[in-house]
């Protein structure tokens, strides 16, 4: 179902760029020097807007958790020389008025904040009647539902300059990168919240310099309308995230080798032979469901003789067979184990919850 948004377009936020939108900057704002020797580099990589943090929320205490207002003084300074405008993170109410006081051009709700919906309410009341652009990073589980609400509170309170970032997701998985990008929920807001501006922040996702590029390039490839990039002077001594921000000179290697992805083709003959395979794989999808369907009926049939013997709802032995079968014939045809995985997860699940009510029918 798709959600009800009053959402003007990125391109009339009154900011100047043409193709991606990219925001970069340090990770924290650290001394005067560091942010305008960042600033004036990150101005010539080909980024837009400088970005840097205020406040931020640490795990522990006794971290460096933000030089306040007088790193707002330095950002407006660096807007002085750079030209450029600037943008920071808040998470309650005195952040908003602060931001409004220094003329901040964009500010963006942090992961920790967006989870929390009382602290999203107080900030989109802070936000009533202002004009400034707002961008809601995902929460840090993956739950649409939570980003969705968040922004919804937003715009409710009269936020239209409203867009998302995808910083990725925490998992219980291990993987490569800091946060899981799990890009299906990405692709779900984008269904359900047509015309939101999507940014993605590959910095937060990956955590380490060498996996930026490609999943920059990703985003790009799945349309997202700009990045996020931390760029500092020198990574090395940064007081937070070091391992994931580049210098500047990194960061316009970085942006001038991506590749803005044509939202529709125009040439007819591409068109055409696209479609075709568009068409087959209509045909494909209506087989899928109805072999689903079948399935089920089978299913149910299995619950009835489940019933008749008294027997319990799973069978391990028999879910474990399946599921190590389908996965090797996946491998055996070049497709990735977990996904096929996953696939017949859902189907067992469903399987599942299908045998239950022929089963509870019984009593």
Known sequence: MSVDLDITPIKDWGFEFDGPLIIAGPCSAESREQVLETAKGVAKSGAHMLRAGIWKPRTRPNCFEGMGEEGLKWLVEAREVTGMPISVETANPEHV?????????????GARTTVNPFAVQALA???????????????????????????????????????????????????????????????????????????????????????????????????????????????????????????????AKVIADLKPRNPAATDENFILSIEKERIRLGEIDDQIVDLLDERMQLSRHIGELKRSRGLALLQPAQWKKTAERRVEE????????????????YIHEESLRQQEDIIAGEE
């Open 125 to 251: 009341d802070s936000l009533e009647g202002s004009d400034i652009p707002v961008l809601v990073k995902n929460p840090i589980n993956p739950d649409v539902e939570l980003w969705i609400g968040a922004l919804e509170r937003l715009n409710k309170a009269g936020v239209t300059k409203l867009g998302a970032i995808h910083r990725g997701f925490s998992s219980a998985r291990a993987t490569e990168y800091r946060n899981a990008p799990n890009w299906r929920i990405f692709i779900e807001l984008r269904r359900r919240c047509e015309g939101m501006p999507i940014i993605c922040d590959p910095s937060h996702l990956c955590g380490k310099r060498a996996l930026i590029p490609a999943v920059a390039q990703k985003a790009l490839d799945l349309l997202f309308d700009g990045l996020m990039i931390e760029s500092h002077i020198n990574p090395d001594v940064a007081l937070s995230d070091s391992k994931q921000q580049f210098t500047p000179d990194d960061l």
């Open 330 to 345: 996946a491998e055996k045809r070049g497709m990735d184990a977990h996904f096929m995985l996953r696939v017949f997860q």
């Open 97 to 109: 008025e602060l931001c409004l006081k220094y003329n901040v051009d964009l500010i963006w709700v």
